[in-house]
């Protein structure tokens, strides 16, 4: 049987008892390791899980996913999942290849940022499509989440963006030279993820959003020391969120009077978050 198990959101304590109940009897256990991060690291989920944990990256779960799925006709393999399993399209990629080899599969579900976001007032039916924001490059500013953002904001909903990690890159010199050396890991702040907004704006010049368009930065959801900060694109490009990892929401304008009554509670300025509101939101709905 091969068991998907959620995570949660921040540490070993997150996982549900039927997951650790998995974790606790399976023959084998791995930790996908690139998607997303937990708040502690893997000797930490190894002494409360009491289980050997292998790390598996993005070459091994999307390359050698036969080492995982290995024998799992026969024995129980937990693969380990932060947030839901179902979260990132790679997961679903690995239980079709277990369906082709004619494997079970139990998925065990947990919380993802895509329903803790609720955390911060915004009402989940109020979400429209979910987009990706990457690190930008000299050479290479993709736009693609530009025109998934204007359909959202078109039909007034809010836009969830989720952030870029990089963990065990490597540099487009190392592989070119085929070298197995890897770029420290980098997580994408509010802060970068607003000004890359804002830059694209200022190329495509469609008025989609604006400096003074409102957005909440969350950051760290479901620990103990969470960030929410509500503010205009423009004061979230310089605001420090802290550790990763980062999300932000830009609002839609269909965003409720008890929504914003929520957020307001978290804005860098209430004045400022106050003259936006009445401007550019009050009565859109």
């Not at 084998?28 to 893997?42: F, G, M, P, Q, W």
């Not at 955390?119 to 000299?138: A, E, P």
């Not at 409102?214 to 310089?238: C, M, Y």
Request: net charge negative; glycine share 6%; aromatic share 8%.
């Amino acid at each position: 049987m091969l068991y998907l198990v959620g995570l949660g959101l921040a540490d070993e304590t997150d996982i549900s008892v039927k997951g650790l109940n998995v974790v606790k009897s399976a023959h084998r256990v791995y930790l996908e390791a690139y998607t997303s991060i937990l708040l502690v690291d893997k000797e930490k989920l190894e002494t409360y899980y009491g289980r050997i944990v292998t790390l598996a990256d993005r070459e091994m779960v999307e390359s050698c996913s036969d080492e995982i799925l290995a024998n799992a006709d026969k024995e129980d393999v937990a693969f380990l999942v932060v947030g839901d399993p179902f979260g990132a399209t790679t997961h679903s990629d690995i239980v079709l290849r277990a369906r082709e080899l004619s494997i079970k599969i139990e998925i065990i579900h947990n919380a993802s940022i895509m329903s803790a976001v609720g955390t911060t007032g915004l009402q989940l039916y109020n979400f429209g499509q979910t987009v990706s924001m990457v690190f930008f490059t000299q050479t290479w500013k993709p736009s693609s989440f530009y025109d998934r953002v204007k359909e959202n904001r078109q039909i007034g909903l809010h836009t969830l963006l989720l952030l870029d990690i990089k963990v065990k890159e490597q540099s487009l010199e190392n592989l070119a030279r085929a070298r197995k050396i890897y770029e420290p890991p980098r997580f994408m702040t509010v802060a970068e993820c607003a000004s890359q907004m804002l830059e694209i704006e200022d190329s495509k010049g469609e008025g989609v959003y604006q400096p003074r368009s409102l957005a909440v930065g969350v950051a760290r959801i479901g620990s103990k020391d969470q960030n929410i900060v509500a503010g205009t694109l423009e004061q979230l490009s310089t605001a420090d969120l802290g550790p990763p990892l980062h999300s932000l929401v830009l609002l839609g304008r269909r965003t409720h009077d008890l929504e914003r009554a929520f957020i307001r509670e978290f804005a860098i300025s209430t004045e400022v978050f106050d003259a936006v509101w009445a401007e550019d939101y009050s009565g859109k709905q």
